[in-house]
């Protein structure tokens, strides 16, 4: 804790008073809600997510061959799915996304940084969405590169961007960064995980510039706040 030093003038009064200190006034009801909506934690989260109003028209497939059993449902200002966690490394070349760790490697992303170059699937935290199709169009929820998503395994909570696109018919991809933070293997040859993931992600939000992360995490947090308490900030979207 900080202390403010006291000015000559001050000091001579605080001698002068009475010794008995004044009565410490209890916590307003304003100061004690704030400190509640300080922090999200994924209990907070998972909360909100439990029943699925699905969005989808259909399921998708975590893996090719794999059944098709996810949906895609919406919530008050996000929608979200619950899947395994591929990864994605592609994007910029880095010691651990290149073609020689990854055997199904792109040099692009299906979103660009704000100077032109692709994503850096090892440096920032992002997931990715299925290609527009007869199950799920994005755009339709307001869901584009930068948008901002809450990603939620084992008490963990963490925030990221939209950053790429996959095929239309499975879900459930982040990037090497995003595994990672969340304690999930990064390794695109056998990593992620087989179960666990809840994605959330806020429609009508976007991150700019997309690289952007610790705006990621700052939007994140707000709209999560929002999201668990039901409120709408005065400092909007």
């Not at 008073?17 to 999200?40: C, I, Q, Y």
């Not at 497939?61 to 794999?66: K, M």
């Not at 304690?183 to 809840?198: C, L, R």
């Amino acid at each position: 804790m900080r202390f403010h030093s006291l000015t000559l003038a001050a000091a001579s009064a605080a001698l002068l008073a009475p010794t008995m200190p004044p009565p410490t006034p209890p916590p307003t009801l304003e100061g004690a809600t704030a400190h509640r909506e300080a922090d999200v934690s994924a209990a907070d989260l998972l909360s909100k997510v439990r029943e699925c109003a699905a969005v989808s028209r259909g399921r998708y497939r975590s893996d090719s061959g794999a059944p098709a059993t996810i949906q895609v449902c919406g919530a008050r200002d996000a929608v979200f799915w619950k899947a395994d966690m591929d990864i994605d490394c592609d994007g910029r070349r880095t010691r651990h996304c290149n073609r020689r760790t990854d055997p199904y490697f792109s040099a692009a992303t299906a979103y660009q940084q704000s100077d032109g170059r692709y994503l850096s699937a090892e440096r920032l935290p992002y997931i990715v969405v299925p290609a527009p199709s007869r199950l799920w169009n994005p755009l339709d929820h307001g869901i584009r590169g930068g948008s901002v998503a809450a990603v939620v395994y084992e008490g963990r909570v963490r925030y990221a961007v939209v950053g790429d696109v996959g095929p239309d018919d499975m879900i459930g991809e982040a990037s090497y960064a995003a595994a990672e933070a969340l304690g999930i293997s990064p390794d695109p040859h056998g990593g992620g995980t087989a179960s666990g993931v809840t994605y959330i992600v806020f429609t009508d939000t976007r991150v700019k510039p997309i690289e952007d992360h610790a705006a990621a995490v700052a939007t994140g947090e707000r709209l999560a706040r929002e999201f668990v308490h039901g409120k709408r900030y005065l400092h909007g979207k």
